[in-house]
């Protein structure tokens, strides 16, 4: 055991080992001896990894270039080395690494070779610490050299005298290869001859003592052997204590460690699944991004599709406008030439224009004319009292027409109310009416006449409208219509209703109405329930009013009440009779509507009566052919036919007595029949020669009831006014002819002009239409061409998403990979 501390005496950080027998340590750098014997020893010294240096004096150094190594690398510095002795600058610069010297040439023999170590700041390995292990290998043997040293920064360090020894091919090696540490010498020095061995002996036993490791002798007092040994002792124990604590530290490092590795463990586990998870995800969101796909190929397909279906839908409108317009040119243009053809088209439209004019003046005088001639003909009739007779002639129905249809009846002077009715072939009669309507004449033109009459209900008047005539001539029909074709009682009710309605400001109306039958002469309640317990008598209430007690009395609020109640009363007519049309022509159908006024303004109150009267059929049977309750009922219908007619007479000749009480008809009708009040007969008649004896019959009982027969001789004693209406009714008629004429030649015209200008107007329509529709196709091409950017746009968001989460799923399998190394 050499001692590397003797100058540091006890510090343990100083302690320095060699290994070689005759060797050793000197912290210190070279010093050249002063002794020739010295400086002819020296055979070779290297500065290793530095230039050649040159030290001229008493002393004279010579040290060579770096030579005779292999392998290795060259440090360098500028930095002083501390106790650098007498060739500081050899310390500044080193080979290190794996390498080896090896000297040739040298004479075989014994020799001591000196190593020069220096710490150079900052090269590889902790402060001040190096560890040697050098092989030297001579001819015989590997020596082994260990070196142990502790040195401060930038210190000198040498181990000297070495032994090694030269055989025949004169080569000595020093081999850093393979050394433990990293070696770095500054210098190496051969020397001539062994180093000398200096045996000592120790206090004690005066023995030689020899290392442990080499057994080569070395020199030791007993006092530096315990020393030594103590100091070793303690710096051992504070080692091991100090290894201990650092044990333990590394133990809670490693535990530590090993918590965290779990932990990261887990937290690889949860990554893993997250990746999983990711991956399904990833997976899940290529499925959808290939259906995506699909689907947007699909669309863009369909799209496509629909686009050239377009395209060729615009093309072919396009097409078609062209067409048009160059059609719609040809037309203006043939327009044009037309206009251009008839020179006098102006000239014309100003005829016509006036002829228009003309024809609005002759309108407004026809008119007028109309007015006056409705004047005086209401005077006329005014003039004639109360009762009107409307003569009506049915159609000739479906069996009458299929046989060869004879008509008695003729309707050349309809219009002035004349009816002519041919007797035995050639005889004609004429019978006078305030309307004759011939089978032509439809519902509305009858009620445009009964109207007034009806309607003066509302005014206070009471008023009897009636149908009398044959079975089968339409009294029914006249009265009641069909549900289609409406008669006079639904027509009078509606309308009454719409004046009321007009009128409600200054007048309120209450209407009621109540249906009867008269059969047999006994009164039926048609609205009705129940069979009344006792019949029906007919009382009078006060001086002209006659009243129904029990009756039912229907208050009706609108027209579709009414409809409701004559139905109610004509279905209850039918019923308990085996024949429906035979009972109901045998029966007289009563509806009586009252009217309650009352003036808002003035306060007055009126109580009217209006009657609604289809009759039971007026031929008259020979006695032979009936018998039983047939002729009962003949005999009831005779009865109170015969009391009408007998009740209007009186009131046409002014009778002091009016036989009412006769008949329950006329009884019933007692208050609405003659004074003030209006009467407005139907006298209903067929066409066919087979009832010309009832006709004649029904017609001439009329002529009673109108209480003026007009023959044909009376008919030439015509007043001077009905004369000079007739010749007014000629001129007007002729001046209707002009003015149909001129009419039809303004239409003639107008439609000519009209019909270009339509077909043009039309044809532009036509353009219009269709560049709305090219419009409207631009505009949802335009809309499809944005739908599909907008898909585009998405489906590319969708792949930078698919691509980002695919990055981050290969970041996450290269952590995962890096966690698991
Ligand atoms: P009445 O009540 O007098 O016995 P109806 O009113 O029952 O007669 O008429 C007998 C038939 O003649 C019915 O079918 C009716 O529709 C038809 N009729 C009567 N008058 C006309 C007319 N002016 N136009 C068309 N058909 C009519
Ligand atoms: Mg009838």
Redesign the pocket.
Known sequence: MGDGGSDTGEDPMLDSLICVAGSSIKRSGFIASHSSDERERRVIFVNAGGEELRRQGHSEIEVETDRFFQGGDVLRTDEEVADGGDLPSIYQSARCGNFCYEFRDLPPGDYSVDLHFAEIVYTNGPRGMRVFNVFIQDEKAVSELDVYSIVGANRALQVMNIPVSAGKDGVVSVNFQGVVGSPTVSGICIKQGAPELQLVSSGRDGKSLLCDNCFAPVKLTAAENKAARMSFTAKYEREIRELKAQCQMKQDECYEAWMSLTAANQELEKVRAELDVKFFQNFTLGQAMEKETEKMAKISSKYEHDRRLWVAAIDELERKMKAIKSEHSQLSFEAHQCANSIPGLNQMVTAVQSLVGQYDDLKMKFNEEQERRKKLYNQLLESKGNIRVFC????L?MEEASSRPQTVVEFTDAKDGDLGVLMNGSNKKIYKFDRV?T?K???CD?FEDASPVATSVLDGYNVCIF?Y????????????G?EQ?RGVNYRTLELLFKIAEDRKKTISYDISVSVLEVYNEQVRDLLASSPPAKRLEIKQVSEGVNHVPGVVDMKVENVDEVWNILQTGSNARAVGSNNV?GH??RSHCMICTVVRAKNLVTGECTRSKLWLV?LA?SERLAKTDVQGERLKEAQSINKSLSALGDVISALATKSSHIPYRNSKLTHLLQDSLGGDSKTLMFV?ISPSEHDLGETVSSLNFATRVRGVELGPAKKQSDTTEIQKLKLMLCQLKCKDDTIRKLEENVQVLEGKTKSKEQFSKSQQDKIIDLENQVELKAELCGHLEKRLSHVYEKMQRKEEACYSFQQKVISFIILATFQRS
Not at 392 to 395: E, G, I, L, S
């Open positions: 009506r002639c049915r159609p129905n309507y089978p004449d439809d519902q009858v149908a005539g044959q079975t089968g001539t339409g009294k029914t029909f006249t009265m009641e069909t074709n049309n109901s022509s289809d059929g209903q």
